[in-house]
């Protein structure tokens, strides 16, 4: 025997008769022993030394006590507990069989009807406890004994015993958490105080997903990576591994997994009704839900524009035929594999869709911004070689090839195979992108951002037909019938403001549309369909002769992604709608986030529109830029992490603010009528605004330099300068002083704590980069730091490391050395940063003084849903939005 045992069997020599080990676990080492009074073989459980000296024994035997009067036949009952020669051990009866762990992994997976009677038995069990208050806390395949067939729940109120025993909280200490990765609900993941039943909930809805699938919903390397998974994925679809799997099983399952605890079934009992096919499930990732919608009638709108043969033809070759009976409406989720991640926190639309809907082609964020191309019937996506950095993909009128800008050239490659033909090269991404005219020619962004151009799909020399002089820049054209004209996107401010306008392709005019939209479309029956900035889509009626909006709006869609100021959304002329589903943009929280990538919101009961963010030098405050245009932007200012939330300004103009170093004092960027403002203002408001910079260029972000001397801003993107960075005297007096100023666009500056070295952002190579200049002297030298797409840089308060994200969306650190000479030492990713929202265009985020945490903003959809969006296809999409437009008559 090993040491412990001969102890264990010592101490406990008067009551059992220790005979074998049968198993070790985490917390304890199981014994099989013979009970001297009553004459039966028991299961001795010993908690491990060093867990029993941080939980404390006698709390824990104390705690554990509660759950002894659990009677159930699916509950293994506690016979005893102590605490011998400072062991503390717990007796419960010894059951002849296996664990369902060893069943699985004898089996891998087991028969649906096995399957299910276990989850059923266990629910029954858990659904018992519930009722007596007690919550398990650890479900899992070796928590769960199999006697003759039938379910035993074991170890009931253990990890309750232990939450709540002297230690609990010093549990991580030991490298030991209250709970199983694999089957951890979110809530408990997240280090929640309260956990609910409706985490055994879903404990037990992973058990019954590796029951049928051979492993648990969510896998990784490190319990790290697992629990990332279970806050950030969706499970992939148990019918789709194995089709045999029953719907309502399936629809169960979802629900049983859902993150919020709020979506789960209310109960235990209730998740074996739904197993037990006598609940009603309802879940659109498991099943496709249809809406009757009539008789499949043909899109009967009428078109606004004056009668002729030509606009007729026109709209013959735009080919919005529709089939004479379109199947019901149906809503699914849409799963490209495990290998895609079209996660898109910024930049373009990353996907499209086939003018007959049979063919979804996606940008992935991760590898490298590769595009994959799913069809209708294939389980998984395949990716389309030589589409590497790719932005903004747009399906051919006649569906055969994809156009999209990489490397800033307009490209196109066709969909059933073969080389990447370059169209034009010049050609804006991310912010910019491309429209497929019929008559065989695209409309794309230029580089700079101020024109649009069109070039034959063959290839050639463009032509420019819009030049833009409002100093904003345009994107992301999109085709109207016919070659009619394009509408397209134009933003000012960095995007504060935006709007949809036209372009009248026959006279060459353009006209605002419509304000404080993202995107808009021309739908088969003549209506504009366009997307607001909160993710709501609407229709109203549209004169195509004229250009205009005739006709009242009228909502059809909500909880579109709004990303950017771009709605991640694509549909087809046969009536196949796809869409990232997204949540307000005034649905937003602050958390801080690890190195290691996890996230804890600064205070649960703090929401809103946020959009930058600042921490005062004393780590203690966070001044934030919060609202829309439609609210008014204005600075507040928060104690963290769970003081007040202070409005400081009241203008309606006011956002990105930035410290001075006492930490006395804000400035922050207004917006004045197209000159740039930088107000400064006490930051617990006890004094008036000071207008400390006013140029004749609008200004889009602003630096303070340690010994308060300087303000270095950073002027529009747009065609007035492209974007520059200057150096303005604190107090006003003085010239502006060049720091980065070339035809490239140069954005978000950051100073070393030293004040010695400007780090920023420039496109000069064809892609943002980070770079650092000496400051003041900028002109004196420069440094690449980043190496393939680099964008908000941000110093440790040491000056040792530079944050930046890769064009991955990950976070990474660049150690630096700065005596003798600037010097880049490493560049190492810290993690994944897609879950966070970032601008593309001005800092989102802040460094915690001590370098160990950060300040990011992250969607509360990603806070209780996926770090991978959920991309959902709607089929005959057309008869829901007539459904729509007649009940809201």
């Known amino acids: 025997m090993t040491a412990i045992p001969d102890r264990l069997a010592s101490a406990l020599a008067d009551r059992y008769v220790i005979e074998r080990e049968l198993g070790a676990g985490g917390m304890a080492t199981v014994y099989l022993a013979q009970d001297v009074r009553h004459d039966r073989k028991v299961a001795v459980k010993v908690l491990r030394p060093e867990l029993s000296a941080i939980l404390g024994g006698e709390r824990f035997l104390a705690e554990i006590k509660t759950t002894a009067n659990l009677q159930h036949p699916h509950i293994l009952s506690l016979f005893d507990s102590g605490e011998a020669d400072g062991l503390v051990y717990y007796v419960m009866p010894y059951v002849e069989g296996e664990s369902l762990r060893d069943r699985l992994t004898r089996e891998k997976q087991l028969p649906i009807e096995d399957a299910v009677r276990i989850a059923t038995e ?512 204005n600075i507040w200012v928060k104690q963290l992490d769970h003081g007040p939330f202070t409005r400081l300004t009241f203008g309606g103009g006011d956002r990105r603010p930035a410290w001075s170093a006492d930490g006395r004092m804000l400035a922050f960027i207004r917006d004045s009528s197209g000159t740039g403002v930088v107000v400064v203002k006490p930051a617990d408001g006890s004094g008036a605004d000071r207008t400390a910079v006013h140029l004749d260029r609008q200004l889009q972000e602003v630096a303070w330099s340690r010994n308060g001397q300087w303000l270095i801003v950073r002027t529009d993107n747009g065609a007035a300068g492209s974007g520059d960075i200057l150096a303005v005297r604190a107090g006003g007096d003085g010239a502006p002083v060049p720091l980065a100023a070339s035809p490239f666009t140069e954005i978000e500056p950051a100073l070393s704590p030293d004040g010695r070295w400007l780090a920023y952002v420039s496109n000069e190579s064809g892609t943002n980069e980070v770079f650092v200049r000496p400051f003041p002297d900028a002109a004196t030298a420069r440094f690449q730091v980043s190496n393939g797409g680099g964008v908000e840089p941000l110093w440790s308060s040491d000056g040792r490391e530079l944050f930046f994200l890769e064009g991955r969306q990950r976070l990474m650190a660049a150690q630096i050395r700065t005596a003798g000479g600037f010097a880049v030492l490493e560049v190492r990713p810290l993690f994944d940063a897609n879950a966070f929202v970032h601008a593309g265009f001005h800092q989102s985020y802040d460094v915690a003084r001590d370098g160990r945490s950060f300040l990011m903003l992250r969607p509360r959809q990603l806070a209780a849903g996926s770090q991978t969006p959920q991309i959902v296809r709607v089929d005959s999409w057309f008869a829901d939005v007539r459904a729509k437009l007649k009940g809201a008559q």
């Open 122 to 633: 266990v629910a029954d069990a858990l659904a018992y406890a519930h009722e007596h208050g007690v919550v398990h806390r650890d479900i899992k395949p070796e928590n769960i004994l199999l006697h003759g067939g039938h379910a035993m729940v074991a170890d009931f109120g253990i990890a309750l015993a232990a939450s709540r025993s002297d230690g609990g909280t010093r549990m991580t200490e030991t490298g030991m958490s209250l709970g199983t990765p694999h089957y951890m609900a979110p809530e408990q993941a997240m280090g929640e105080r309260e956990i609910t039943p409706k985490a055994d909930v879903y404990a037990l809805g992973c058990v019954l997903y590796e029951m049928l699938a051979g492993e648990p919903p969510f896998t990784g390397p490190t319990a790290q990576a697992i629990i990332a998974r279970v806050m950030t994925e969706e499970p992939r679809s148990l019918t789709l591994q194995r089709k045999t799997v029953p719907s309502h099983v399936e629809a169960a399952v979802r629900t049983a997994l859902e993150k919020l605890p709020a979506d789960r079934y209310a109960g235990a009992a209730q998740f074996a009704e739904a197993l037990e096919g006598r609940a009603v499930v309802s879940d659109t990732r498991a099943a496709t839900v249809a809406a009757p919608t009539g008789r499949g009638r043909r899109w009967r709108g009428r078109f606004l524009w004056p009668a002729g043969v030509a606009l007729a033809v026109a709209l013959a070759v735009w080919g919005w035929t529709l089939a004479r009976r379109a199947p019901p409406v149906s809503w699914q989720y849409v799963s490209f594999g495990d290998s895609v991640a079209v996660n898109q926190i910024g930049g373009g639309p990353a996907l499209t869709i086939a003018p007959d809907g049979n063919t979804i082609v996606v940008r992935d964020n991760v590898q490298n911004g590769r595009l994959w191309l799913k069809r209708r019937g294939e389980l998984a996506a395949t990716p389309i070689p030589g589409t590497e950095r790719a932005n903004n993909p747009v399906f051919s009128p006649d569906g055969e090839w994809v156009a999209f800008v990489a490397d800033g050239h307009l490209k196109k490659v066709r969909i059933s195979g073969g080389a990447t033909m370059t169209l034009a090269d010049s050609a804006a991404g991310g912010y910019g992108g491309a429209a497929w005219l019929d008559e065989r020619s695209l409309v794309y962004v230029s580089p700079n951002l101020n024109e649009l151009r069109r070039v034959s799909a063959a290839g050639g020399a463009p032509v420019t037909v819009l030049r833009d002089s409002s100093g904003g820049g345009v994107g992301f054209p999109v085709a109207l019938p016919g070659g009619r004209g394009v509408l397209f996107q134009n933003c000012s401010s960095g995007c504060v403001t935006m709007g949809v306008h036209v372009l009248d392709l026959k006279s060459g005019a353009q006209k605002l549309l419509i304000a404080d939209v993202a995107q808009a479309w021309l739908l088969p029956d003549g209506r504009l369909f366009y997307v607001r900035r909160d993710g709501v889509g609407l229709v109203a009626k549209f004169d195509l002769g004229r250009l205009e909006i005739v006709g009242a709006a009228a909502p059809v869609l909500e909880g579109v992604a709004v990303i950017g100021g771009v709605a991640q959304l694509a549909w087809s002329r046969d009536g196949t709608l796809l869409y990232q589903v997204g949540q307000s943009q005034s649905d937003v929280e602050v958390v801080r986030v690890t190195r290691a990538g996890l996230a804890t919101p600064i205070d649960t009961a703090w929401r809103g529109a946020f959009n930058s963010i600042a921490l005062a030098p004393d780590g203690r405050r966070i001044a934030v830029g919060a609202g829309s245009t439609n609210g008014g932007l």
